[in-house]
């Protein structure tokens, strides 16, 4: 069944294993399905929601576009543009958070773990972005949303914001609650340092995420420094209850070489973490550095990106303008 994807990223720097292989590996199998209609979308308006330095922005716009390519996405068959070109998203949104009640919005846990103890001084733009979010997805008509876990309860607000609009305006099925489409055991890859928290872009240790632009060696060093436990690795998932260093490690392993944990286990199962790693910093650079050398020659490449997200924006421009005229019309405007 032919399946219209929409997904974004954050150019907000350190692009990281957590986003590969929560997101960008699945954009780029659905990509490869030609029954597929995909768009991605470099979400630089979500981006701006925590304070962002003007050059480093625009750089980040480029990199990840960049990244995108590098990791396989083919710009002439998806979509690539940046949110910010395309007018609809911030309409569409502005639309959208005057039907979604605020009770829904209290309960987004992202903007809790991202505001933390400092809330009062969060921007209100943090505090909307989930809205922000369902405008990108649904001006497109998005049947499946490729994400990582952390992003699922986003996407349940999405479904339910769509079907509000269509009950308010008495307009079935106008807005499509898409489907999320999150990869079953490998959708959280957590800090290298502490296995209880997410890998993330902002971390402020580098030794607790593989970057996309790691060289070999850096991925070596950071997997010989990443946390583990001192005991043998288990070959039974169940034994990694209460072990979640070593369990993310094994997921890490599992997720990059396309096969189960069980199958992980069963192959590392009574040996050493010092064994272990050595064969993950070896399979994860052999599919990491590829991508990493690709994308700084891709940045080198100014021109040849501006044109893929200014020919992605028209193409993107084109779908979200009539969607958005439509929602207009609807609402009476
Ligand atoms: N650790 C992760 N494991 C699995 N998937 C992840 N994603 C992010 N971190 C992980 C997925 O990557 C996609 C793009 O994420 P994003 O850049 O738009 O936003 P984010 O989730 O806020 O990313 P970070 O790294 O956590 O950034 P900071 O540190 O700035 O908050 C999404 O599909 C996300 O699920």
Redesign the pocket.
């Given at each position: 069944m032919s399946k219209k994807i929409f997904?974004?990223?954050?150019?907000?720097?350190?692009?990281?294993?957590?986003?590969?292989?929560?997101?960008?590996k699945n954009f780029v199998d659905l990509n490869n399905d030609i029954q597929n209609e995909c768009i991605f979308c470099v979400?630089d308006l979500?981006a701006i929601t925590?304070k962002q330095d003007k050059d480093q922005l625009s750089n980040n716009i480029l990199e990840t576009a960049a990244t995108f390519i590098a990791s396989g996405i083919d710009p002439t068959k998806s979509i690539i543009f940046n949110q910010s070109k395309v007018h609809a998203h911030a309409e569409g949104s502005w639309i959208l958070s005057c039907l979604a009640p605020m009770g829904w919005l209290n309960r987004m846990t992202?903007f809790k773990e991202?505001a933390g103890k400092d809330k009062e001084k969060a921007s209100v733009g943090l505090y909307i972005y989930p809205i922000l979010m369902a405008s990108d997805i649904l001006l497109y008509d998005a049947t499946h949303v490729?994400?990582?876990?952390?992003?699922k309860q986003h996407l349940e607000l999405t479904r339910d914001i769509a079907q509000k609009f269509n009950k308010d305006f008495n307009c079935d099925d106008f807005l499509k609650a898409p489907e999320p489409l999150i990869k079953k055991n490998?959708?959280?890859?957590?800090?290298l340092k502490d296995g209880l928290k997410?890998?993330?872009?902002?971390?402020p240790s580098d030794l607790s995420?593989i970057n996309l632009t790691d060289t070999k060696d850096e991925i070596i060093n950071k997997i010989k420094k990443a946390k583990t436990d001192s005991y043998p690795i288990p070959d039974e998932e169940k034994k990694l209850i209460d072990r979640p260093e070593a369990q993310n490690l094994l997921s890490i392993y599992s997720s990059i070489s396309s096969q189960t944990l069980d199958k992980t286990l069963v192959e590392f199962g009574g040996k050493k973490f010092s064994e272990f790693k050595n064969q993950l910093a070896e399979i994860l650079s052999s599919k990491i550095s590829p991508i990493s050398e690709e994308i700084k020659k891709l940045i080198n490449d100014q021109e040849y990106l501006n044109k893929v997200l200014a020919e992605g924006a028209s193409k993107a421009e084109d779908i979200a303008g009539k969607k958005i005229k439509e929602m207009k019309k609807i609402i009476g405007f």
């Open positions: 997904s974004g990223v954050q150019p907000t720097g350190n692009l990281h294993l957590g986003n590969y292989l929560g997101a960008i979400v979500h925590v992202q991202k490729p994400v990582g876990e952390d992003q490998f959708a959280r890859i957590m800090s997410k890998m993330s872009k902002s971390d995420r």
